[in-house]
């Protein structure tokens, strides 16, 4: 995790995450969608593709922003807040 200054009054936050099921750019367009899960055809007792929505959805209530980039097997995150 990185978090940085920007300005006076903004931080943002990076995660990087290794991939275990492979993303495409296509898909990032989903990811912060309520229970979207990579593969539809599977039903998880320990997933339900609710985390990053609840991200998106407090880090907007905050006024702040989030995106997702895929480069390779990677996936990071960053989020963008304001601190005042």
């Known amino acids: 995790m990185k978090i940085e200054t920007l300005g006076f009054d903004q931080i943002s936050i990076a995660i990087e995450n290794l991939c275990l099921t ?3 750019k ?9 229970l979207w ?3 539809n055809a599977r039903t998880s007792t320990h997933n339900f593709g ?10 907007n209530a ?4 989030i995106g997702a980039t895929i480069d390779s097997d990677v996936v990071k995150f960053s ?5 005042h």
């Open 22 to 24: 492979p993303l495409t």
């Open 26 to 34: 296509e898909d990032l367009a989903f990811v912060f969608d309520p």
């Open 79 to 83: 989020v963008i807040l304001p601190t």
């Open 50 to 59: 609710l985390g990053l929505s609840i991200v998106q959805t407090f880090t």
């Open 62 to 65: 905050l006024g702040g922003s």
């Open 37 to 39: 899960q990579k593969d």
